[in-house]
Structures are given as C-alpha cells and as structure tokens.
C-alpha cells in the first residue's frame, strides 16, 4: 500500500531541530536547552533513541519521571516531539541475561556489546522484550500532546544487518521454504550443481558464512540478502503494530539513503512508513557532495513515488567522526545543505544532534549547538538556518515539479553486483548512478531516483545504471518505454542476470538485447592506470565490451586498444532511441551524450546555469511556484527567473543574481 | 618410481576439449553440446568433477543413470572421457552429518560449506566416505569404453592444504614421531630453545596456528608445509588404490604448477601419477604473461623428468573470474597460449571449461561456448584451435628436444623464504626464477625448470634462483656441477639454510661459499623506492649484500651507496665458472649475464630471434623435428628456419616469417 | 617511591654486552662464547630468559646443572650476569596443562602457543606457577657472586598486553570497583548514556572486545589500557617480590620505551624499578632515526626524573627481522647509536644478542657476533664499541647536564588519540612530539621527556605535544608555569578531554583556554594532499582550527584555504609567553618557533653546531663534565669546545672537529 496523502505533518510550517538527549545532561541544563531551541527556531526535536536501559532499568520496571518531564517541558515550550522506540540499544541487563541475541557476522564472530543495534532480528528472545518495552512506551505517551511522529528504532539494519546466527539460519530456512516450496526449486534457482552445493533438505542450507564464502553462491548470496532485508522490515512492522494499539501519531523509522547499495531495500519499506524518513551525511572527501546530496534526495523521493512528503531526520552541522579526517562544513554550506534537501522534497531539516555530547563513541560528533557553546560560527548559522526554516514555511505541503527524466535503481543489483567473482571487482554499484545523475544536474535538468516497480510512464527519459538483476517481467516494462516513445539509456552490466543472479544466455546485455539492437560477446575490462580512445577525444577506463551492432547506430568507438574501430556507444532509432552505453565513459563523454539527449527530447532544464548551479521548483496545491536556486560555486551567478525571495524578501525579476555560496527560494510572481 | 613411458595416450593426437558439466544443463542441451563438440574437433572432455551429491544423494544410494547417459552419448560420439572422482564437493548431507570434515584455517576458523575443497585429508571420517564413493564409481565406469583417463578429485589442496584441524594436528604427531622418532630430535631440528619453546612430549605439539603465528619457528613452519603436501599426496594415493583395484586406465590429478611457490610439492607428487596433468590461468595484469606460462610449462617438464607426456588439463579462453579485472583474451592469444603449453611438452590443450556455466560462484568464467553461444570471436577462434590440434596430430607422443640450461626450484625454498621474519619480507619466491627464466626465453634458450632431486649431468648451465633451503647431500650434488666443467649461477639467498631451515654459519651463502669463492658478512636491503647503482649502468633495488671476494673475479660492482665499490656479481674461474649474484638485478643486468654465459657456454638458440618470439623444439621417435614459433610481438618476425607449416600446410625456407600474433609450427623438412 | 640513588651499579665502569643464550648451543661453544667476550670487552650479559622449559620439565622438577654451569664460567671471566626470571617464554608442558593461561585477543581469539608472553597477567593459574619457578631460581642464585643484576621476565606486555580474556575482565571489574565504587559512578565517568550504554551492575561490564569495537566508548577504552597496564605492572611486583625474599641484588625489567605511544605506563612503572632499564631499536626507514632514538632515551631521563642511572638493555648491531626491509647499520653506526644512549643518561650499552641463533623465529635478527663470524666489519665495530666504553668508564655515575626544556608525554593521551572516533584517525601521537623534539634537537637544545606528573620547576620552556586527557589539577600545575615565568607552548587537541576522556566543553583546548588566550570554535583537518599556506610562506597538512584570539599575539596565520586570515599560532604575553600551536606545522614552521623561543628565553644550546651535529653534556658528582659529540652527518662538523676525548686520548681546543660519522666524548679541560 502507498499511504494516503492525508498524514498530518507534524509540524506547522517546516520542521526544524534534531536529536535530544536530555538524559546526558544534568537536569539544570535542559532550561537552557529549551530557550536555545526557541532561539534557534526548532520545533521538532527526536527523544529517547537511546533510553531504554534508563526507562526500564530491570525487566518490566519502568522508570518515567524524566522522560515525563522532558516532554511536558518541551510541549510547554512548543516544542513537538519525534518519539523513538529505545530500541537501538538493547539495555545491558537484558545483553548479559541472553548474549544470543547480540548478532554474529558472516565470519562468525558474535558482536560484544558496546555498539548500536546490538540484536538479532530473528532472535525470538529479543522480539519479546522489543514488543514489550515499545508496547509500554506506546501505552505512556501514545496520546502525549507533544508526540507527533513516531521513530521506530533508529537506523534499523546500521550494525544488525546480515546477522548470520543460528537463529537467522533458521529463519532463513523458513523464508526460503515460503518462498521456493521445494528444495529442489531452491537448487534450481541458484544452480547448485555448480561447484556440487546440490542439496537434499532445507536444514543443510545455512546462511553465507565462513572466510571461504569469498566466493559464495550468488543465487544464496542475493536470497540472503534480500532475506536479510525482510527480517529488518518485519521487526518495524513488529514495532509498529505495537506503537498503533496506543496511539493514532504517524510512525516513522529512518532510512539510511544515499547513491550507493544499501543494506535494506528502502523502496520496499517505504510502502509501509507513514512519513518516510532520511539520514544524510556528506563525505568530506567528495569533491561534489552536494551533487551526492541531491542523488539521496532524488532517491527519497523517488521511493515515496513523488507524491508523499519526507523528512530529513539526520544531517550534520559539521563533521561527523566516522571519517578518516572530519571536517567542519564550509561557510554557507548547512544552510545549502538543508536547503537542498528541502528543494528536492524534504518538508524539514533535522540534525543529529541538538546538543554535541561529551562523552561516547561519537563525542567528536558536530552538533546544532557545539561543544564550544553559542559564541560560534556553527551556531550564527544554525540559528540562521532556523529562521530560513520560518521564513519557507509556505513551502511546506508543496510537491516537487515532476520529473521527465528518471534513473532506476535497485537493491538487488546493487547487492549481486558488489559480491563475489566479478569481471571487474573493484566496480562499485554508484559509480555510474552518479555519473549519470550528475550530468542532469549540473543541467540544472531534474531527476527522480526510482525503484525498478515504479511507474515510468510520465518519463521522457529512463536511465538504467549498472541494472545488472532483472526479472523477465521489469526487462519487459522496461524496455516497452520505448514504444511509448521515451529514451531508453542502458549501460554496461544491465539486463545481464535474473532474479536469482543467473546469467542470461545469448549474448550481454542479455534482457535488453533486442531493444538496444546491439549485444556483447565479451566483457574486457580494463587493468589499473589503462586507458583507451574514443573518436570523442574522451576515454574509457575499467570497462569496455566487444559490442556487434545490429540495429543501431554507434555513437562512440574506440580509437586504439584491442577494440579499436568497435562501438561503446550505440543508438538505435526507435521511440525516443534505445542507447547502450558499453563503456565507462568520463564525465565529459556522458555530459555530451546527456547534452544530446536533453536536447533530442527537448527536456526543460529548471534554470539555465553553470554547473553547479542548483534549481529545483516545487509547486504548492493552489498552483504557487517556489524555484529553489543553490549556488555551489564560488563565484555569483545570474539565471532567467522571476519573484521574491523567501529567505531575505528581496524581489527579483527578470534576472536573478545567486551570489556565490548562497541560496535563494524564489516564490516565482513577477516582480513589478 | 617414475611411470613407465608404456602409459597409453587417452585419445588419437592431441588430447582437445575441457571439463564438461551436464548435469547444469537440461537433457536437451547435451545433443546440441555433442554436435559443437565434434564441430570444434573436441576429443577429451572431463566429466563429473563436482557430481557427488548428485550420484549419491543419500549415503551409499546411487543414483547412476543421468551420468551413465552421458558417457554413452559421449562415447557414441566419438569423444573419449576423462572421469573424475567427485570428491572435490562432498555432498551437503555429509557436511551436515560431519561439520567436523571442513577445514579449518591457520587462525583456527573452520570453513563454512560453499567453497571447493571443503574437507581436510587427515579426516577419518571423510576418508571413509570418500573411499566409498571412488569405489563405487570406479567400479560402475572402470571398464567402459569412454573412460580413457582417471581424474582424482580436483585441484587437490587448492581450498584445504595446510588445515590445522584437531585431526590434522594428531596426524603431525605421528608424521613427527615418524620422521624424528623422539620429541628431542624435533627440539633439536626446530631449535625450540629460541624463545624457550622445547617440548617435553610430542602432544606438547601443534600446527601453526592462531594469529600471534607470524612468527612462527622456522622449521615447525617448514614441517608443517611438507605434512600438509604429504596429506593431500596421501589422499591422492587412497583414490588411485580405489579405482585401480576396478581400472585399468590411467590415473591423473590437476596440478597447479606455475613459477610461484607451490601449496603442495607437485616434483614429489608427480612421481606418483601416470600422466601429470596441469592447470595454468594466466594473469592479465602481468605484462609477460606468455613468459609465465612458459615458465610453468617448464616446471611441468621438468618435474616430468622431461620424458613423460603431461597434459595441459585446465586454461581458459579468456577471462577467469577470480582476478580483480578478468579481461577477455587478446585476438589469437588463445591458440598462442594453447599451442606454447603444446610446444613446451603438453599433448594436449583441455579448458575449463566446455560451457560457461550461468550460475554458481564462477558464472562470470570464460568458457570454449561462451554464454554468448557461437555467434563469437572465442567460438570461432575456439573452433580453430580444434583445427590446429587435429593438424598437430604427429606431434603427439615427440618430446622437447633437451635442454642445456637448468633452474633449480624447489618448494621448502618457496614455503621457508615467504613466511616469518625474514630480511626482506616482500621477497617472493617466484621473483629471481622468473627474472632468469625470462632472460634465456627473450633468446630462445630453452631451460628446464627442474627439481632440486633432478639429475643434472646433461646441463652446461644450471641457476639456483633463491635456493634458500639446502641439506649437505644436495648442496654438495649442485656444487659438483662445476667440478664436472658446467656453469653454476648462485642468487642470493640460496644455501642460507639447511633442511630444517637453521642458518648455517660462517657467512653466506653458506652452502656454496666454497665453490663460489665469495661470501657476504651481512644483508642489507633496500628501501621502498631505494636504488644504488652498478658499474653497468643499471640499478639494484630491494637486495644486496655485503660480499668479501676471495677467489673470484669481481663481475658488477656498485657505483654509490652504502657499499660503492664493493661486488655485486661475482664469478670463480672454475669449471665452467661459478657466479654468485649477491643482488636483486635489473633485468637488463640479467641480460647480459645470461648472454655472456651463453656465448661462453656455447649454449644453442633455439632459433635467433627478437625477444617475444618464442621457439621450441619438439623431436618424434623417427626423428621428426617440429619447430614452434610462437610470435608474442605486435611485428612479423623472420628467421632462419625451414620445413612445412601444420598448420596451414604451407611451405617456408630458408627463412620463415611468423605474422605478428601467430603461430607456426614447421615439420622441419627442407622445402624444395 | 623513588629507588634510592644508592643502587649499585651491576658493572665496574659502564655496561657492556648482551642477551646470552649458551642453551642454544652445545657446550664447546660456550667457551668460545666466553673468550669472545673478553676479547671484546664485555662485563655484563643477561642469562636465562627463555629458560623454563629448561630449568623444569616437568612441574617443581628442576634442572639446575647446565644454569650453574654457566653462572659458574661467567663469572671465572669476570662476566657479571644479569639474571632473567625465565617467564618470558612458560613451559611448553604448563601450556598443554593450562591452555587458559594464554592471553585472548580483543577480537576473541586465545593466542596459541608459539610466541612470547604467552601468557595472561590476570591469570590466576600461571600467577601461581610463576611465583614457584621465580622463586626456586631467585632461591638459587641469589646469592651467586656472579648475579649482579635481575632481570624480571622480558618485555611485559610485548604480547600479553590488552588481554580480553574471562579471567581479565574478572579482575577488570574488581579493579573498577576500587577506583569508582558504584556502578553509577562508572556510568557518570563514562558517559554511558549515549548509546544507551548505561550499566546497573558491574557484572555487565566487559573489557572492550569484538569487531564491532572499533567505536568504543572512550572512558571504557582509557580505564581498560589503564587497567591492562596495571595488571602488568602487578606481575612485575609479584616477581619482584619473590626475588627479594632471597637476594639483595637490584631488580629491572627492560622497557619498550620509544617517541611513540607504549602498550603500558612506564612512567608510573619506574618508580619500582630499581635500575630502570630500556629497549630500543632503530627504524630503519625513519629518515632521522638518530633523533628517534634521542627522543628515547631523553624520554628514559624523563621517567627516572634524571635522578637515576638508567640502562639500555637491548638494541642491535644491524637489522632486527621485524621491519619489512631490515637493512644493516650504515658503517659507524653502532657506535653512534651506542654512545647517543650513553650521552643521554645510559651507563650502558646492551645488545640483543650475543651470538646469533641459527634457529627460530628470530634466526635472521642481528648479533654482536654475527653469523659470519669474526671475519666481519660488525664484529670489528662491536670490539671497538668494547673499547671505546672502556674508555669511557669515568662516565659511569655521572648525569646528564639539566635540561631548560621539558616536552610533556603521557600514555593516556596517547592511548586516547589512537583510538575510535576521532576528528582526524590517521595522527599517531609521536607525531608532534617528534616535530617539537626534533627542532631542539637540531639546535643542540637538550629536552627532557618527562610525563605528567613530572615537576616542572626547573624548566624555562614546557612543551604540550597533543596532550589530549588533562585532569584539572594536572592542567592547573601545567597552566603555572607560566604564572612564575616559564613559556608554555600547547599544540593541537591538548586539553580537549579530561581524565574520563570527556570532552571539555567552552572552546577548544579546553584546559587550557585561559592561559594561551585564544580558543577554537571547530576542528578542520586537511584531507589527504591537501595544503594551506601560512604567512610564513609553509602550508600545513592534517589538522587545522578555527581559532578564536582573545588575548593574545597572531604569530602564524593561513593566507589561503577556509580559514584564511584566521590564526594558526597564537602568543600570549604572559611569563614567558603562552603559546597556542593550532596546526600540524611543516618542520620549517616549527623551527623558526623553536629557534623564536630559544632566543627569546636565552635558553644554551650545549653547542653550536649545525643540524644532525649531536651534543649533550654529563657531569660528575666531582664536577668533572663529559660532552658527547656524534656527527651524524656525511660531512666533518668544526664546533667551539675544548677536552680530551676520552676515546683516543686526541686533546682539542678552542675548537673541536668532529669527522663525518664520527664520535666525540670529551673530558671538558682546556688543552694546553
């Protein structure tokens, strides 16, 4: 089911804050907290992630008073509360009590305590004391007025993922007889006559396991991991149903989407989250983050089909401390951030966290309000950023223009692509979903991220990156959008495998073969530091392919190399053109074929700019327009569009000036 | 014993074809791969390598038919069997009934079922069962008409050598008690003084293991290397006695014999088996991969003794899947490569494998029928390779002419020299012997990479590259060499230690001090990136040594560095001299000690050509010469050859010209 | 308690020898052994420490006769012994026994035998059998004539530091429960409310352990190296203990003290060891490994307050066989390295080993009688070093000359820096002090290293190298020396947390924001590569801050990058100046501030001489005054000086040439 649009958010306006931790802090500077929050403009603030071990510090004896008094004061400062589940950290009662429930990696290590998620998601003993601990919490403050959204858990599958335990095992032997039936259809499915793995009974199949299975079965090895992925939406369902007995608040889990392969198949949770949420982190070392920033964001929205509202439940201030070197952000660049996110359909901006902490695993952890206090860059632009947040407060509620381009992601492809023996091993499933996305965007031409069950019929362009898993019936969707008429992109690695991670025989890209009018014989992949020619002047590096055209005609070929005079890029002439791109191209060969695409199908660009210019619109219900301008770059830049900026008021028209680093929200009305 | 040269080739010529899996395949897809078969000329194929759980699904219950199906239709075919045992994959059941059977590693982790191999040889209870299933196999196929050669599980120890299972370590205790007969002989062979680890009582000892291991005592480590060889020989020899008490039909068993150290001693095993059979992949990010495999072809020879025929029982037509970027093959590189395996000694060209399997842990792996089916280059070229093969039929059964050069290797040198703490860690075994191999390769002299038991009266020149380990009898054999008149070239490195890998004194090399009349005080390697100069204008990296000269002539000498002016290469003026290269060279320096030694030598080139052709010779019992030329360069090459192309019947003389790519081989009759 | 400089000195004159192993050989080598020593003038050699397997083969059984033996011809030569307790290596029976004993590694795995200090510290089972060997050898050689010094174990914590087993995280809890009391004192130190941690009884705690332990909670990491060090020192007492039941001889234990961070607190340690005594081995890839080892040793002053004489027990005539390339001394460099210990406090000079072993895991490390023999330059240059601390035996009893500047080092910042979620992960804690030692260095400026708690009131310059955890007293001792007039330079992440490893909140360096006058409001490490330049005309790398000045000087401030503009080296103008080092300096940088400070405090460089030149001045109780002179450089160095040197009796004055690689000790007299 996709949820009804009637969900109320919960907020007025959009919604602004973090993480609070008030149990880290002594209860004098909880005031403190509060009239700073005010200051800064928040209104929603998430408690209680981590509360558990506090709120029922022996099984089945609760302790309230504090949390009691937590809401009661932030409800009394209008403040709205994201109420979490404490189910992310396992109280350490219940860890010495059963360790079984502590997970066990592939290689068979059982995790010691002392991280997040510390549990099994099959393990029948800690759904008991899940169910029971959020039926208690649901059953306190189901009908707290300052509860507005529920927060199931926190980042579900962020250190639980893949659990390979006995009891997993034995999960997994159930989830594959409800879905195979028989034995032999499972030996079937994963061809386990190679190598000899045919097996004679469900108990001899266990989970990937082992420092050998470098080299696991890829049919196990993707059921595993879709597998893997079922436990985790099962124990939020779990959790959910138990919230819902008490309390009539929207639920909510946050989900961990960005460009690369996730350890959850996001698209299929969504369909089951009121207000589908997101936790984004920038990579310091990314030269263009923002551009990953927008592909997350893209996908969020891509997943909740455009039409639902999102939030942003985590981002960062400044550096987080899991990277090798933490960087604070650059000046300007939380407000470009957030206000990136909100562009691309976010209805807020959340941080983790309000408060840094001093003391934990993330004590370096950048914070809304910083170790270093209020007499801080940090904190001017925080509270800059929550009177942005005021000052767009029309703009909640509004959809995001729809798309004609759209780039089909997949869990499962990302899963079978990075595992096991491989063409070419280092090849990472992102790589090619941002080099694609990025040509769009730095064409200011907007993309929706899709799952591949989405409905593509409003695109005049559909790419497919790396799509290397496709069942017989996606392959058809696929391909039919070009007898609708639409472009069809298909790069290297597509089509190539089914749903259990067979090859399709008869030449690559095996299920795209007949719409492309081009098939491969061979994959050549390149060696580290080689490098060939096109006739474009570019060159291609780690993959090529030995391409026989049929019905196309080559847009790209190799100049030397052993392919020299072969094609890397076909077209064929049907629809809107069917093109294989057989090649990992640089980024100036894809800006050019993009270039032509966008031009071919006449796709509108939202603004014209330079890249780097960033321009999305989203339309409100009663038609009002808000063109969303971020300029990365660092110098000014001046766009065709009309209206009055939300953030400062000023009125622009016919010409609007960025200045460099700067965002500006246009309500587009023409400027008298 | 060596095999008696009575052993009966399997097929009629060379043996052409690979590992045939039908038992992936539907029934219907076995006539269309017998009709491709004998259209690419296929005369060899290997069956049942992975086939236990489907032969024999519940213990000691046979289920024969499928397979009896197969070698009919194979024999009716015309096309001859080589049968394994399928004990490279126990069956599912077993691994349930006995997890105790899977190997565990060195770090005391035990495998997982999913890979190859997942048994340890010192298990009672897997012998037992792998017994049975020999035994019943060989007694159902020992005497049809399509089994032409036995073929003993698979690749044995690639996935269970050096297990350090509880049954692995009793059976060393045995292996010691019988090599040492008392616990203070082992104190004394192992040193365990050092660091005070003598034993009292040989259950005081285990394997290797645990992760502080990096430092191992030098000669448990040695000791443990050959009782893992002598285990998997030992199962090896239990297979053979199954199928002989019901066959007559020659025995084999892939090795994986290349110019790297080894897991298992293939010079001793090779003793044992009728037909040496090996398995060679070459690596595509190895710039001299044709030099390799000629290495290991070599190797193949010479543990041979050079008057066996050994079969090239594995290579691909392109890609495997296990290197990080697996490249399709060059145009023409398949049949260079199959045709240089044949000129070097190999009766045969076999691949894996037939088909190209679409699932399991290597569906990526090239295969003769690639999964884009026949409408390909690797087809075509597939195709024609089975002509060539069908036109090279009078050269089976020759044997390469002698060679005049010998490398020693031997695999304690390659076990001792690359673990523990060394003087230089990064030191691999394969360097110095693939560094000399090379040099007489680029001029067409062929050597024999022989094993340190080899008799060597029939060579002029013999190399010891880093013959580390060297017991009296063995050291006083090599340097008798030179008494005789032949050259004798000493690396560094070799003669530093004796069989129990205990230094031996009084300055190195110190088995051949004497008869090198030179010796070092001290090591003294090179830093990452660090080059000190020699008097030939080359440089030296990674090692030297400082040498005292006493009676020898100073070759190269270094120019700077901590020991300008001191020798590098040195030569006794004895026999045919003995030179001692106390560094790690330049290949450039190499060649031209290897040119010099060969005109001294008088040593005969095959052919005079340009480095990258390759020339072998290959003599019939009536004499009949067969001359290979395999062109590796990007130009034609001429030489002086004459006589009658197999391959294309063609007729060349004085001169021959081999295309750029190709290859030739001249019956070598004059063409009037 | 600090020893008493009554301890009497183990050697007439200054130390010389080595580690001496005759149970590696048969009994005809040991009077070679012994001749070779008078040869070379050694005095003292350490006996014994991997002996108990030797000296009881089975359990209370004793082998005394070989041990007697040598003591016996040792001291016939005049050979003092330094007598090991053999727990360095437990027997091989007490393993087989006891397999508990052997310590378990964080991630899980229980060592096996095969290594050193295989053995737990919290291990009741070995404290017992420990306790009975220490005790039966100390009864019977305590009063042997010849046994002037002993030597307990080797190396603690050289392989049972950081143990995570049953037994210690037993003793972990008890030793928590002395130093907090409750478990909610724990939870308040720690912080365990993040994460939801928070403990209710102390039978929850573990030591950290798992994979999953790379983020674990700081206060828990810092208490379990504190607690692993404790332990360690534990076992040291417990033997110290049994030997002073039967001897009066002094007790030491040889140290692994280097720049860089220890496995335990060796400051703390010193004060029970009566002869302190150190390890140390040349890296040989270090560019300026002299200075390395000058950071040692200076160091080793710095933990014996300068009071006491202090020992280096083991370092190496070439290379040891741990690096990766491990190289031979460059010629003279021994005696460089040798007499730069004895400069810098040692009475001293020991080497691992005597006589090289032929067998186990160290069979390639270096000796003072090679491999080779006596034919050797290594042997030549240890019988010069032999002479040359002969000559210099008026050294012996005198101390270094005090040092003006003291650089501050604990264990706990090191501890803390180098582990889980850190701004910058990749800086090791050696780092600044090693740039900060290094400029003093160069400049002929003596450093004392001293730890925490040292008293810093002789000092005019005190220097903060990344001093991390600061408690408040330690801060305020630290903060004073300015107040009475000393300059105090802090760098980077100094201060941030305290004893708990908590974070000090208000602007970073938190401790010591007041007295340096300026504060940071974020942390902005530099990505890998990347370069800011500063107006000095260098660039930094790896961290930089955003500094808020108050009350202070811009010494050094960034002209490009994020922080352009903004100061990255602060001055305050109180004392002698407070200095604020914000950034990972270039050496250039940090000279100039260096070379600023020494100026301005007038602090005496010992001599004048460029860099690479070493001096450093030792005084007599007499007030006789000894100034070493090493001339690491490859040209002669001509400084102003006068004396006789002690080494070849050479009279200078005014002036004294040093040659290139040459050493200096003189006898500060003027030459008539």
Request: hydrophobic share 40%; proline share 6%.
């Amino acid at each position: 089911m996709n949820a009804a649009p009637t969900v109320s958010w919960p907020t007025d306006g959009l919604s602004f804050g973090g993480d609070y931790s008030p149990e880290q802090w002594p209860r004098e500077v909880w005031d403190e907290d509060v009239r700073l929050m005010r200051e800064a403009g928040v209104n929603l603030v998430t408690v209680g992630v981590f509360s558990w071990g506090l709120l029922e510090r022996s099984p089945g004896e609760y302790t309230w008073g504090w949390l009691d008094d937590v809401l009661d004061l932030l409800h009394a400062n209008g403040i709205a509360v994201d109420l979490a589940t404490p189910t992310a950290a396992p109280p350490s009662w219940l860890l010495r009590a059963h360790p079984e429930v502590l997970p066990v990696d592939r290689d068979g290590t059982r995790q010691h305590p002392g991280g997040r998620l510390g549990w099994c998601p099959d393990s029948p003993v800690f759904r008991e004391h899940a169910r029971r601990i959020v039926d208690a919490v649901a059953e306190r403050y189901g009908k707290h007025p300052a509860v507005r959204l529920w927060h199931v858990s926190n980042e579900l599958g962020g250190g639980n993922a893949r659990c390979a335990c006995d009891a997993s095992v034995a999960a997994f032997r159930v989830w594959l007889r409800q879905r195979y039936g028989t034995i032999d259809a499972v030996n079937a499915a994963w061809g386990t006559a190679f190598w000899g793995h045919t097996f004679t009974d469900f108990d001899e199949v266990s989970l990937p396991r082992g420092p050998r299975n470098g080299a696991p079965n890829p049919g196990l090895f993707l059921d595993a991991e879709r597998f893997s992925s079922d436990s985790l939406l099962a124990h939020y369902q779990l959790e959910k149903a138990a919230i819902e007995v008490h309390s009539d608040v929207p639920v909510t889990t946050n989900f961990m989407v960005g460009a690369a392969s996730q350890v959850v198949d996001y698209a299929d949770w969504a369909k089951h989250v009121a207000i589908p949420a997101n936790d984004h982190y920038t990579i310091v070392d990314d030269a263009r983050r923002e551009q990953d920033l927008a592909a997350a964001a893209d996908r969020m929205r891509g997943i909740t089909a455009g039409r639902r509202p999102w939030l942003l439940m985590e981002h960062s201030t400044g550096g987080p401390s899991w990277q090798e070197r933490n960087r604070a952000k650059e000046p300007g660049e939380i407000l470009r951030n957030s206000l990136a996110h909100v562009a691309r359909g976010s209805d807020g901006a959340l941080f983790f966290q309000w408060r840094a902490s001093t003391a934990g695993a993330e004590q370096f952890h950048s914070a809304m309000l910083p170790q270093a206090g209020t007499r801080t860059r940090v904190w001017r632009e925080v509270t800059a950023l929550g009177r942005a947040m005021q000052a767009l407060a029309p703009v909640q509620g509004s959809t995001v223009e729809p798309a004609r381009v759209a780039i089909v992601v997949d869990e499962a492809s990302g899963w079978a692509m990075q595992t096991g023996l491989k063409p070419h091993r280092a090849l990472r499933y992102a790589r090619e979903l941002r080099a694609w996305h990025r040509a769009f965007f730095d064409r200011q031409v907007l993309t929706d991220v899709v799952p591949l069950d989405a409905d593509l019929d409003g695109y005049d362009v559909v790419v497919l990156p790396t799509l290397l898993i496709v069942d017989d019936t996606a392959a058809a969707r696929l391909a039919a959008v070009v007898d609708r008429g639409a472009t069809l992109v298909v790069t290297y690695l597509s089509g190539v495998a089914d749903e259990h991670a067979r090859i399709r025989t008869g030449g690559y890209p095996g299920a795209f073969r007949d719409v492309l009018g081009a098939w491969s014989e061979e994959f050549t992949p390149l060696q580290r530091g080689e490098r060939w020619s096109l006739d474009d002047g570019e060159t291609v590096t780690d993959w090529a392919e030995a391409v026989v055209v049929e019905d196309a005609e080559v847009v790209l070929a190799y100049t030397d190399g052993p392919l020299a005079g072969r094609a890397a890029v076909t077209r064929r002439a049907a629809g809107g053109g069917a093109w294989y791109v057989a090649a990992a191209l640089a980024d100036d060969s894809i800006q050019r074929l993009v270039d032509r695409i966008v031009e071919e199908r006449a796709v509108p660009r939202t603004v014209t700019g330079p890249p780097g210019l960033e321009a999305v619109r989203r339309v409100g219900r009663d038609g009002s327009a808000f063109l969303s301008l971020v300029n990365h770059r660092a110098d000014p830049v001046t766009v065709l569009a009309s209206g009055t900026d939300l953030l400062d008021g000023s009125g622009h028209g016919p010409e609007t000036v960025v200045p460099a680093g700067r965002v500006r929200v246009l309500r587009e009305e023409p400027v008298s």
